[in-house]
């Protein structure tokens, strides 16, 4: 399944990744559906689950406990998890690059996702209930990356959303017809340039909004030109913090 597309040449390799999870069923949708699933599919990635329960050493299958010196909620305990990433990581020979998904770890961006989408293999660890028993992070050394400044139940749905940002930018994920450099060019002015512009499709006019005539034009140095100018107007608007690094002589 893999070999197929790590032959097809200038097409990347596969990235290996590994999901530490207490609720593996919450991925399988994600993964059996659109650019996950392909990526998988064309061998360019593949993804391991596994069950952070199956690690843990307690007869009755606890992974959490109590939070010493009392408060609310419980806490993953060091070994079920220190163990799990352990054992994972020997399934194969490639070293991980290790995330631990955490509401105070790094914000994700696009640069860190194009940082991500060039390693070899990832392990992410996704924990629930309050948090992590602080010393799992001095043992395994994990980034933590966060999805956002909200509280989620659990480190699942960011890593997701993670994953999503990071395969997308693999070499070869993306179609053919949009080729993987000026697909992931258009990727950086989304969120590092600012906006994109607006797009249209058929047909040419729906309950009486029309399309704007330049489109149709078949100029394509005005139409480039036309886009430029609504992506700034676009970023300027929404987006301002943006548009800051639009105005910089580089762009000119
Ligand atoms: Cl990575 N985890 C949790 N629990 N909440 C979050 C988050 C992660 N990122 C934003 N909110």
């Known amino acids: 399944m893999q070999a197929v597309a790590a032959e097809s ?10 999901i530490i999870t207490l609720f593996p069923e919450m991925f399988t949708g994600v993964l059996a559906a659109s650019i996950l699933k392909r990526a998988g599919e064309k061998g360019l990635a593949a993804y391991h689950l596994h069950q952070m329960r199956d690690y843990t050493t307690d007869p009755h299958g606890k992974v959490d406990d109590r939070p010493y010196g009392g408060g609310a909620g419980m806490v993953l305990m060091c070994q079920p998890v220190v163990d799990a990433v352990n054992a994972v990581e020997k399934m194969d020979l490639l070293p991980s690059r290790r995330v631990l998904l955490s509401p105070r770890g790094r914000r994700l961006d696009q640069k860190l996702a194009k940082e991500l989408a060039r390693e070899p293999r990832l392990m992410l660890v996704a924990g629930h209930y309050e948090g992590f028993d602080e010393r799992i992070g001095q043992l395994i050394k994990p980034d933590e990356v966060s999805i956002g400044d909200y509280v989620l139940s659990g480190g699942e749905l960011a890593a997701m959303v993670l994953l999503d940002a990071v395969v997308r930018l693999v070499p070869g994920v993306l179609g053919d ?45 005005q139409i480039a030109r036309w886009r430029r100018m609504k992506a ?10 943006l548009s800051v690094r639009m105005e910089s002589p580089a762009a000119k």
């Open 232 to 241: 700034q107007e676009i970023t300027a608007r929404l987006r301002p913090d």
């Open 177 to 221: 017809e949009t080729s993987p450099h000026s697909e992931s060019f258009s990727t950086d002015e989304l969120v590092e340039g600012g906006l994109e512009y607006p797009h249209y499709t058929r047909p040419r006019e729906y309950d009486g909004l029309p399309v704007p005539e330049v489109l149709l034009s078949g100029d394509h140095a």
């Open 9 to 18: 040449g200038d097409r990347g390799s596969c990235m290996r990744v590994d």
